[in-house]
Structures are given as structure tokens and as C-alpha cells.
DNA sequence: TGTATTTCTTAATATAGATTAACAAATAAA
DNA sequence: TTTATTTGTTAATCTATATTAAGAAATACA
């Protein structure tokens, strides 16, 4: 889920496959049962949800360097929750194993750290998010959006990063007339 | 963050301090460098930031067995976020470690694992927040937070929850209203 | 116990953002 | 290319929630 250049470190040799995927591939369905996690090493993915009336929504988009995966299924061993698909023809490490078997006595007191690192930015990432939800309007988040993600915006067309705001396509581009003003 | 009675195994003993808090204490104030985390054992913590407008907002209760941690500030170095205090007398545990430095080469295997547990399902936790955030009414919002939390409501004033939320206290005050018909 | 303070409720009004719709612009497909 | 499809814009209208205000209820305090 984020830029962590240790994260080669962490992934446990013999459970990883080396995967190509076209744009528009999905990777994961809501419901699947087999769940596994991604590692970006060329391209884009995302995951999202779809509510029960159609919507989408963003959860993350992760570029070169994140790992995306859906924890609160992962964690509980149940179906999975989100949908996650290729933004960008994707170059890409398949993680089967149980994110909790990674940490085994096999690993090395570095993988383990590198392991939890990325664990707490992720945290780190969600408090951030879930505190500009719940006080800063749709504005405020979509200057946080343009900084935090600067490259994101040229690569996914404008409703997506509505989708991943919680707003309409029609409000981010009022908010954006607004702000050339 | 969440109940995990593993928890004491991951807690490095001479690491500890354990501590009596009254109603009202604040552990915590944004802007603090030395940041801490907090084991409940007994009692009731809290964790908010106040936005720019003077307005709080609630991001976790901690009741018995959870931790509260302001990852975000934790894993940059950065000064404190977020406030933590005490919404009731609460017995804790003081953990001062940095928790990279927690998995240590001195830590056991099942440690790590309970310690790599904790931080999924604080991930597991927020995945569904901010989904909710994203996607749920006010009301659609307090009615999953009776499910997930249903002794809070109890222990806290109204407008707390309403903060949490991500409301007024009018709002949610509204929506109580409504649901008794 | 009585008084002050905080919390909750109700209602009127305001507002950010949703919905709907129609069209323009860009991109993909034939 | 030309045509079809997707994406983005603008504007009118609607709705959930915020804001403001005032009183009632509960709680803390003297």
C-alpha cells in the first residue's frame, strides 16, 4: 500500500509469483475466498468497493512500490470485500501466503521490521485519511489529494479521483473551476 | 486499538509502566514529541484531534484491551496529532518503546505474530471507517457503530459519539429521534 | 439541597454536495 | 478517418447535514 523500497526484503522468495496483467484486469472479485495481496513493481492498481446502489469507491490506487490488499477480509479469513484491477498494463508480485505465516520463524529479524514498517504506514496512512473524512470538506481533501498523490492525478481520469474523495465527478470538477479562479 | 488479550505476551516487560489515570487526564497533547502508547486495562481512553475551527474529532475509543497510539505522529517522529485522555478512572499500561524497536531480536516468535495481529486488525478496523466514510449516511453510520461498539454508547456522552461520527450532536440527536419511530 | 454547568432536544434557516440533465470534449473502437 | 463511448463541464434543483438559537433535562458542583 505505500512506497517502501525495503519491501524486497520482506517478500518470502518461494511464495511469490511474478504476474503481467493488462489494463483492466481484475484481480480480485467482491466474495472471492482466496485472498491475496499485490506488490506493484511497474503500473497501477486499485481497490474499491461497489455499494448497493452501483457506486464505486476508491479505497487506494497503488503505484510503483505499494502492496494492495484487503485486510479486513485477509484478517478475518472471509470473503473479500473489495475489487481490485489494473489501472495500467501492470508488472506485479502475487503474495499468497497469509500476511501472519510471513512473519515465521524463517524470517529474519530485518524482514520482520521491514514487515512492520510497512504495516504502521499503512495505519499512518488510514489515520490521515479517516481524519480529513470526517472534518475537512471536499476541497480541503482534494488539495491534500494533490499533494500527497501528485503523480496519481495523470494517470487516472478525473472521476476516479472523485470516487476515491467520496464525492461526485460533478463536484470535483466544480471544486477544480473553482480553485483556477 | 482493538481487544486482543495476546496482547500481553507482545508487551515487552521492562519496557512498562503501569499507571492509575483519573476522569480527565490528558496522556497526550498534540504537538508532544515523546509520543507513548497506551495499553487499557481498565477504564476508558480516548484519541482527537481539534481542527482549525476549535472542533473535536473523535478518532478511536479505547475501552478494556485495546491500545491507543497516534501511528501517524509514531511512525514519522513527528509531534503528536493527535490528544489522548481519559473519558474514565482507567488502569494502563504506559509503553514507550517505539514499537519497530518492539521486534526486536530479544522478541519471541509468537510476540511478533501477536504484535503483527494487532496492527492488521487496527488496519482491518480503518479499511472499514473510511469505507463507511466514504459511502454511508449519518445514520447508516450510527447504526454499524451500535453493532461494533455497543457498550460505548453507555459510557460516553452523545455528543461524543456524534464526533466520532463525523456529525453534530444535533444531527445525530435527530437520527435517534427518527430510528425510535 | 439548590445552583451552575453541561448535555440533549427541537425547530428554523443555511449550505455543501448529490442528483438530474444536457451538452462538449476527449478517447476508444470500427 | 468516422463513429461510438467514455469522460468532463455547467446549471438547475434537491437533500442531508450544518448552523444558530432557545428551552428542557441531566449532571456536577458549591
Do not use: C
Amino acid at each position: 500500500m505505500e512506497n517502501n523500497s525495503a519491501i524486497n526484503t520482506v517478500l518470502f522468495k518461494k511464495e511469490i509469483q511474478t504476474k503481467r496483467v493488462k489494463k483492466g484486469t481484475i484481480l480480485q472479485n467482491q466474495g472471492d475466498i482466496n485472498i491475496k495481496s499485490y506488490y506493484v513493481k511497474k503500473g497501477l492498481l486499485r481497490s474499491y468497493t461497489i455499494d448497493e446502489k452501483g457506486k464505486e469507491h476508491i479505497f487506494v490506487f497503488a503505484p510503483e512500490g505499494w502492496i494492495v490488499s484487503d485486510m479486513e477480509s485477509h484478517s478475518k479469513g472471509s470473503p473479500a470485500q473489495l475489487f481490485i484491477d489494473a489501472l495500467e498494463d501492470t508488472e506485479l508480485k502475487v503474495i499468497k501466503k497469509n500476511i501472519l505465516d510471513q512473519t515465521s520463524s524463517l524470517t529474519s529479524t530485518e524482514q520482520t521490521k521491514a514487515h512492520t514498517l510497512n504495516l504502521i504506514n499503512r495505519i499512518s496512512t488510514l489515520q490521515k485519511r479517516v481524519l480529513l473524512l470526517m472534518s475537512a470538506s471536499a476541497k480541503e481533501r482534494y488539495k491534500d489529494f494533490l499533494i500527497t498523490y501528485p503523480n496519481i492525478i495523470q494517470r487516472v481520469p478525473q472521476k476516479m479521483v472523485a470516487s476515491y474523495l467520496g464525492i461526485t465527478p460533478e463536484a470535483l470538477s466544480k471544486i477544480r473551476g473553482e480553485m483556477l479562479k
